[in-house]
């Protein structure tokens, strides 16, 4: 079946040590997302991807990377630069740029990542 | 600014009583609506949504939702809570030619038996 996978649901670390997080699609999908969520304040835009080999920053980019190597493929890495990484991450990706519109324009999401760091 | 705004971080109907979550969102052009449901430590399902044609949309699980321009809301309606219903909901906008969603801070339902 075609969808998102975000691996592993779980990952726990010590504090000051960077930690990649990996999600992939068979959906042929354009464009790739990653969210952050913490309780009562929704879901905050990360990075984003439109294209391979190209990625833009989003709301809260600071002490986080990226990479679009593969059209299915989108890691995140928290690094330690970030200061409060214990949060739910959640990819997702879309047909194609959401700018471009249209009847089909929606967002698939995975499964999400609990990252706690301890 | 905030452009999604649902009011009431939690709300509790009886099982088989209306089901009304509000969303409204800040906007000058209508945007496209979307409705997410999120279960307990999962990702968020896509419910309905709205781009353009008939205002009055039906999504899955016997939700429905209207976009009323004049209002700039989008609620989220179903007419008989089931049990099954309870979770989090997420109201989001995608603004005219910005390529993200924005996403409202999330409504919790729960079903009372």
């Known amino acids: 079946d075609g969808g998102i996978t975000q691996s592993p649901k779980y990952l726990f670390r010590k504090e000051g040590q960077n930690v990649t997080l990996s999600c992939e699609q068979n959906?042929?999908?354009?464009?790739m997302y990653w969210y952050r969520q913490d309780p009562g304040q929704g879901l905050r835009l990360i990075y984003y991807?439109?294209?391979?080999?190209?990625?833009q920053k989003g709301d809260i980019a600071e002490g986080y990377s990226v990479s679009r190597e593969k059209k299915e493929s989108f890691p995140l890495t928290v690094t330690s630069a970030q200061k409060n990484p214990t949060a739910f991450y959640l990819c997702a990706s879309s047909p194609k740029a959401l700018t471009q519109g249209g009847r089909n324009t929606e967002a698939f999401f995975g499964q999400g990542t609990r990252l706690t760091v301890v | 600014a905030q452009s999604v705004t649902q009011l009431g971080s939690h709300v509790s109907v009886s099982e088989g009583a209306l089901v009304l979550l509000r969303c409204n969102y800040s906007s000058s052009v209508p945007p496209y609506l979307f409705w997410y449901v999120q279960y307990p430590n999962q990702g968020l399902q896509l419910l309905l949504k709205?781009?353009?044609?008939?205002?009055l949309v039906k999504g899955i699980n016997g939700f429905e939702a209207e976009f009323k321009k004049s209002e700039t809301s989008f609620h989220l309606t179903k007419p008989s809570a089931h049990m099954s219903d309870a979770a989090e909901y997420f109201c989001?906008?995608?603004?005219?030619?910005?390529?993200?969603?924005?996403f409202g801070s999330g409504t919790k339902l729960n079903v009372k038996p």
């Open positions: 989001a906008v995608i603004k005219y030619n910005f390529n993200k969603f924005y």
């Open positions: 959906l042929n999908h354009d464009a």
């Open positions: 709205y781009t353009t044609g008939a205002t």
């Open positions: 991807s439109q294209i391979v080999n190209d990625f």
